[in-house]
C-alpha cells in the first residue's frame, strides 16, 4: 500500500458557495474554510470533498472533451520520498510541490489526471 484516500478536491470559481450545495445535498459539516479552500467533512470528521478555487475555471461539459471535469483526489502517505518512488515507477509524472519530506507534491496519472501525494502535516 503507498496510501490512503484522504479526500476528493474539486475545482471551482467559488468553493464557498459550492461547498453549500453540498453540504445539504449529502449531510455534511465545515472542517476548514480559507476563502479559497473548503473542506467538508462526516459526522466522524473525517474530510470527504474539498472545494479549490481556481482562477479562470470554466465549468466542465458533460461528455465534451473540449471542457473536461475538474477534480482530483488527496492520497494520504507517511512518507513523500518513498510514495513519490513509488508512483513514479507506476507511471506517474511529478508536476509541483514541496522538496520537503512533509507536505505535498502533485502528479499527474498516466492518462494526465491530476492528484495529490499529501502528508497529515499538509493536509
Known amino acids: 500500500m503507498i ?3 484522504h479526500t476528493v478536491v474539486i475545482d471551482c470559481r467559488d468553493p464557498d458557495e459550492l461547498a453549500g450545495f ?8 465545515r472542517q476548514a474554510d480559507t476563502g479559497d479552500y473548503v ?11 474539498t472545494f479549490q478555487r481556481v ?3 470554466r465549468a466542465p461539459r458533460w ?3 473540449a471542457r473536461p471535469a475538474h477534480m482530483h483526489i488527496d492520497v494520504m502517505v507517511t ?6 518512488a513509488q508512483v513514479l515507477a507506476l507511471g ?13 507534491r502533485v502528479y499527474e496519472d498516466p492518462a494526465g489526471h491530476p492528484f495529490c501525494l499529501i502528508t497529515p502535516e499538509g493536509a
Open 55 to 57: 482562477d479562470g475555471f
Open 22 to 29: 453540498y453540504e445539504k445535498l449529502l449531510s455534511l459539516s
Open 92 to 104: 506517474a509524472t511529478l508536476l509541483d510541490g514541496s522538496d520537503k519530506p512533509v507536505g505535498y
Open 3 to 5: 496510501g490512503r484516500l
Open 39 to 49: 473542506v467538508l467533512q462526516n459526522a466522524a470528521g473525517t474530510p470527504v470533498v
Open 79 to 84: 512518507d513523500l520520498d518513498v510514495a513519490e
Open 63 to 65: 461528455k465534451d472533451a
